[in-house]
């Protein structure tokens, strides 16, 4: 049976295609600076506005205009934190092997010993010792230490940390250090203007431009929702998600409704709203 | 001599001894009516005569002169009957001697103007009103006379005949009954009003409703609605009157409010139908209700069959579609219109207010009229979405150059304003005719926005504008000037058919609309309005306002208006001095709400650097308070619940310290349903106070809130729990470690969980304790309480409430549980009181420790508002478990507080319901009462809901904090 999907090891992964990301204003310069400088950088920003995008944006550019260290460009290790991530789970853990056992290496190893982009997506999830780990990574010493080998890395010269947030989760925001925080530089992340956006979702999802124009004016209203029954507004990403729809022939009202409307909330209430609001623009 | 002269003469002498005078009068009418009376009629005349002669001659004189006069109306066996029916009004006192003199007196003008049996009718109510009262019996006499104007011919009976059910059931509302009842009728179907009086008259035969009362209810009601359709509606509650009387007295009352959210009678019977089976399945009561509209399926069944949309069943869609489409300070304002066509209760602030009907019921089908609401929102959201408050003095438009410096010029003195809006409106000497322009041109632009922005509503507020057209005045009863704005209007909601102008004066018209055309290009701006404005405003001071029939030759609509019709109007003055009508510019359509310079928003406030003078001092028009009426309602009710004129002050005056209204639902255990929106809870912050008290508390208790501190803490849960046989963790189990190997080796397939890990584990409580802050608290605890010190007085209830709160904080403090502290009271259902003194999410500090101490006995105990209240705090505080604590000294009552002023029953059964209501939703409630008799109301109160009757209220602070540790445990 034919081989249907191709199987790497993370630091082999690079993004050797342009991804479509639309610079909104200086982020991409600091990005660069951040990276030749060797600063560490946190994204902050709603779910869905982009940040991971443009990790893999720069990671591209990094390959194609600096990347020179490396032929093949900037690998791109993608770690999803969550409430369960250990020190182990980043750094690596030694698993038995036979009689014998076997060091296995983290992906934040990984990406020291390869000097890729360590891009730590959703860091607060992770538990608050967790992320202490990388204090000796995120700042001059670019060292990591793993303590299980007694052994202590110096990160290789392309090696850059990218953390991610969502400042909008507050109870979370409380767990962040700020012995953590003050280690970063921050890029806020915020959603585009209208028309920037409907250029994304044109360009994202392959709808025609009014409605990609008209998507993009809905979002804007239902994001004034935000704290009147809505935790966030609505991402680029699910207004991508109803433009695709429409690009395959679901009607506009439709495509809206289940990408926007119902994908946003639960609350009843909540959802007659918007769904008036997206009839006062798509509807007939 | 003949029978008949014996007769005479035989009554002439006795006659003749009492007065002369009288002797006279009888022979005088004794000849007169001998010829057409036999011997039998004549002799009962005579002792009828004798019989009042010796009662009163006054009375025996008015008879004989006026017997002659009725004769021509009367059979002559009737006769007696008419001698009879006044004779019978005379009882001996002075008043009933009038009476009867009046009767007789007035009796050839009622004879001549009603009915021989309908003047009998009245003769017999008078009699049984004067059992009563004389002088109500004289006022209906009075009345009577104008009867034949007012009542036709073939409703008299029926009026009678209710008089007479009013004369005997409730004779004080007779002259009421005589006075008004001719001009209610006449508001009614003529074919309607006698089966209407019969259906009256049946429905209090039976029940003890007041007749002209329900008289004056059901003329009300039938008047709101078109006269064609009364028969059908009084033939409808004739046919339920048959099944129940009361219940048919309900239907009428309400038909007018139900018949206008009905598009059709259809509508009407299907409404009817839905509260016969209600009838036959609930009772009485619950369908009482429902014909009300005082339940909520009564509402529902109406928004079923309606295509009308109350406000109030999509207020929560509304909130947020007018947020989504205007921002975050968007808020809907529900309010009446005035006489003049605009909103009544405009407010002057700073928030983005919309101003909205209570009810859309413009068109047929509900969706339309959800849609006109939506446009309504669209629009007025649309003035700070497109601009409308960001105009800049001076700035100039897209299209028109700003023309301030030009018209600054021609003023004399500088030029002020507390906007910059206000700044230019300041330059024109005709404010309100420049307001008016200013608002239509605005509109006009903001609606061109509006089709742009939303498309998917273009069709909806064309449908609106359409309708708001077919609503504007007839233009040719406008002035002149009025009707030239008025056509300005009509082009503003894109309908130029509409207009109509004199033709010779078209070129005026059709400059002045080409102008109003900037403002339809999508890029245009509130600087273009602006200056469209001034310019229509020049146009406009050249049109005097006459009557528009002086303006000559023939009207013609303005689509005409592209061909060069005429000329320009005639300079003013050439028109005839003293013929101007006063000037007012017609009011826009309800559904653009106002627009009101005054209402602009601090941010276009001018730059002080650039306008550097002071604000205008412009009149702001005054800020009505719709509750006021009703609370003064309760106030004046007189139905004391421990209030006073003080008091009522007291309602009033902190009317401004509110800083949040809440309506909520009451259940009305009769109906079996809710009452929407019943009660008005005003939420405020407690009366700030020092600590003194609070520390005093601590201190006279310091035992007490150790030991309970010292218990609550062991309540407090481990900080951390030990999760084993994980896959990954802090620590290796060295037993699970073990067995791992041991299986390996085995070769069993070893499962890799000998991690184990501490996690943290969070208690998680939330408790709102409510305190009753009824007058009632203030009751001292005992007689033989002794002095608790020379200053306080007597220890009252409320002192051991608030001793028993500070304990409690203290304990909950130490255990580390989210708490609330509120108070409640009022007085009657639009002034629930809600006294914060800690909210859940607020800290324990000086300031809400300063509440606690002045907390003081206040009025009446509506529980159930209190309790929703409490509970939809409680709801949204994120808390796994979650509390309601009730002290209360005694049962909830309070004015209105059920059917009757205050009744035992309603109120229990509303509180149970809200702790019903809590407990469907999570919420742990729990009450407690030093009432020593609680348990007699509680068990039926409470019945599977927890509750502790303290009797020995002093141990209020112990027991608290001790019964909290175990519910929350």
């Not at chain 2, 002075?94 to 004879?111: M, N, P, V």
């Not at chain 2, 009428?252 to 139900?258: C, E, I, T, W, Y």
Request: aromatic share 8%.
């Amino acid at each position: 049976m034919q081989q249907q999907f191709r199987r790497m090891e993370i630091e082999e992964f690079r993004i050797m295609e342009e991804p479509y990301y639309l610079p909104i204003a200086d982020e991409v310069a600091l990005f660069e600076s951040a990276y030749r400088q060797h600063i560490p950088v946190l994204l902050k920003g709603p779910t869905g506005c982009g940040k991971t995008r443009f990790v893999e944006y720069m990671s591209w550019r990094l390959h194609r205009h600096i990347g020179n260290r490396d032929e093949e460009g900037v690998p791109l290790i993608t770690v999803a934190c969550h409430e369960d991530l250990t020190a182990s789970d980043l750094v690596g853990r030694y698993l038995l092997e036979g009689e014998e056992t076997r060091w296995i290496d983290g992906p934040i190893t990984r990406a020291v010993k390869v000097g890729a982009i360590c891009y730590l997506d959703e860091v607060v999830e992770a538990r608050k010792d967790t992320t202490v780990l990388i204090h000796p990574l995120a700042d001059h010493r670019r060292m990591l230490p793993i303590e299980k080998r007694g052994e202590l890395l110096e990160a290789a010269d392309g090696f850059l940390l990218v953390m991610s947030f969502n400042p909008g989760y507050q109870s979370v925001l409380k767990d962040f250090k700020h012995s953590t925080r003050q280690r970063f530089i921050a890029l806020e992340f915020y959603y585009p203007s209208r028309d920037q956006e409907a250029e994304i979702v044109q360009n994202e999802s392959g709808c025609p431009a009014p409605i990609a124009r008209d998507l993009a004016k809905l979002a804007e209203k239902v994001r004034h929702l935000k704290a009147h029954g809505l935790s966030e507004g609505v991402s680029t990403r699910l207004l991508v998600y109803a433009g695709k729809l429409v690009a395959d022939g679901i009607t506009p009202l439709r495509a809206c409704e289940t990408a926007i409307v119902w994908a946003l909330t639960d609350d009843k209430e909540v959802q007659g709203a918007m769904h008036e609001v997206v009839d006062s623009i798509f509807g007939e | 001599m003949t029978g008949k002269q014996q007769l005479i003469e035989r009554s002439t002498a006795p006659l003749g001894e009492i007065q002369a005078l009288l002797a006279e009068q009888f022979i005088d009418a004794a000849h007169v009516l001998a010829p057409n009376l036999d011997d039998s009629q004549l002799g009962q005349w005579c002792d009828h005569c004798m019989d009042l002669a010796s009662r009163s001659p006054r009375v025996a004189s008015a008879f004989m002169l006026a017997a002659p006069q009725v004769l021509p109306y009367l059979e002559a066996d009737q006769l007696a009957s008419w001698a009879d029916r006044g004779s019978r009004l005379c009882g001996g006192s002075w008043k009933s001697i009038g009476l009867a003199a009046s009767f007789y007196e007035g009796s050839t003008r009622l004879f001549a103007l009603l009915p021989t049996e309908a003047v009998f009718q009245l003769a017999d109510i008078l009699r049984e009103l004067s059992l009563h009262s004389i002088e109500t019996a004289a006022r209906c006499l009075t009345q009577a006379s104008t009867l034949r104007n007012k009542v036709p011919q073939e409703v008299l009976t029926a009026f009678l005949d209710l008089g007479m059910l009013v004369a005997r059931n409730s004779w004080i509302h007779a002259t009421l009954l005589f006075e008004k009842g001719p001009t209610q009728l006449a508001g009614i179907a003529a074919n309607t009003r006698s089966p209407l009086l019969v259906l009256i008259h049946r429905i209090c035969t039976d029940t003890r409703e007041q007749p002209h009362g329900l008289l004056t209810d059901l003329c009300d009601s039938l008047a709101e609605i078109d006269t064609p359709e009364h028969h059908k509606l009084v033939d409808l509650a004739g046919q339920l009157a048959l099944k129940n009387p009361t219940v048919a007295a309900e239907f009428l009352r309400s038909a007018g409010v139900v018949r206008k959210r009905l598009s059709d009678l259809q509508s009407m019977t299907l409404w009817l139908e839905s509260g016969l089976a209600l009838l036959e399945v609930h009772g009485d009561k619950t369908t009482q209700a429902y014909f009300r509209i005082d339940s909520a399926y009564a509402e529902e069944i109406l928004s079923a069959l309606s295509g009308s949309v109350q406000f109030e069943s999509v207020a929560g869609v509304l909130q947020l579609y007018g947020k989504a489409l205007g921002g975050d300070d968007v808020r809907l304002h529900i309010t009446g219109v005035n006489d003049h066509g605009r909103y009544s209760q405009v407010q002057v602030d700073e928030g983005e207010v919309v101003y909205l009907p209570p009810a859309m019921d413009d068109f047929g089908d509900r969706r339309a009229n959800l849609q006109a609401y939506k446009v309504s929102v669209a629009h007025q959201t649309g003035r700070f979405t497109f601009g409308s408050f960001e105009y800049r003095y001076g700035d100039h438009g897209h299209y028109l150059k700003s023309s301030t410096l030009l018209r600054e010029k021609s003023l004399p003195a500088g030029i002020t304003g507390a906007s910059n809006l206000q700044r230019f409106l300041a330059l024109f000497p005709e404010r309100l005719l420049m307001e008016g322009l200013l608002a239509l041109v605005e509109d006009a632009r903001v609606e061109v926005c509006l089709v742009e922005e939303y498309p998917g509503l273009s069709r909806s507020l064309r449908r609106v504008q359409r309708h708001a057209v077919e609503q504007r005045p007839e233009l040719q009863t406008l002035g002149l000037r009025q009707a030239f704005i008025e056509n300005l209007l009509r082009a503003s909601l894109a309908c130029p058919e509409a207009i109509r102008w004199p033709r010779c004066y078209m070129a005026t018209l059709a400059h002045a609309l080409g102008i109003l055309g900037i403002v339809r290009n999508s890029d245009a701006t509130v600087h273009d309005s602006v200056e469209a404005a001034a310019l229509l405003y020049d146009i406009s001071e050249t049109i005097p306002n006459v009557p528009s029939r002086l303006a000559e030759g023939i009207w013609i609509p303005g689509q005409a208006a592209d061909i060069p019709y005429g000329s320009s109007l005639p300079p003013v003055e050439n028109w005839p001095d003293g013929i101007e009508m006063p000037f007012e510019p017609p009011p826009g359509p309800l559904f653009r709400g106002e627009f009101n310079a005054e209402t602009v928003r601090s941010s276009t406030s001018p730059d002080v650097g650039r306008a550097g003078e002071s604000s205008l001092d412009a009149p702001l028009e005054s800020v009505e308070e719709p509750e006021e009426e009703a609370d003064m309602e309760a106030i004046e009710a007189g139905l004391d619940a421990g209030g006073t004129d003080t008091e009522a002050d007291e309602v009033a005056e902190e009317e401004s310290t509110i800083v949040e209204w809440c309506y909520y639902d009451e259940w009305d255990f009769r109906a079996n349903d809710y009452r929407k929106g019943w009660c008005r809870l005003g939420q405020r912050p407690a009366n700030p106070g020092d600590l003194d008290y609070y520390d005093q508390t601590l201190h006279r208790y310091h035992n007490l809130v150790a030991e309970t501190r010292y218990q609550f803490e062991l309540l407090r849960p481990e900080v951390h729990r030990k999760l084993k046989r994980l896959e990954d963790g802090h620590e290796i189990d060295l037993d699970q470690a073990i067995e791992f190997q041991i299986d390996k080796k085995a070769g069993a397939g070893p499962s890799a969980r000998f991690y184990s890990r501490r996690d943290k584990v969070e208690r998680s409580v939330a408790v709102a304790l409510l305190l009753d802050m009824s007058g009632s608290t203030d009751e001292a605890l005992d007689a033989r309480e002794p002095f608790r010190d020379a200053v306080n007085g007597p220890a009252r209830i409320i002192d051991v409430e608030k001793e028993a709160t500070v304990l409690m904080i203290e304990a909950l403090e130490a255990i580390g549980d989210a708490y609330g502290v509120y108070g409640f009271s009022g007085y009657g259902r639009n002034n629930v009181e809600f006294h914060v003194i800690k909210e859940l999410d607020e800290k324990l500090d000086d300031v809400t420790k300063g509440r606690i101490g002045q907390i003081e006995p206040r009025r009446s105990t509506r529980m159930g508002a209190a309790i929703r209240h409490a509970r939809a705090k409680l709801i949204d505080y994120p808390a796994k478990v979650r509390i309601l604590m009730l002290v209360s000294d005694g049962r909830p009552q309070d004015l209105g507080y059920g059917r009757e002023a205050s009744e035992r029953e309603y109120a229990i059964r509303d509180t149970r319901q809200a702790l019903i209501e809590g407990k469907v939703d999570g919420i742990v409630p729990f009450l407690i009462t030093v009432d020593a008799q609680g348990h007699e109301y509680l068990r039926e109160m409470c019945q599977d809901i927890s509750y502790e009757v303290i009797a020995d209220i002093s141990s209020l602070p112990r027991r608290l904090p001790a019964i909290y540790a175990d519910a929350a445990r």
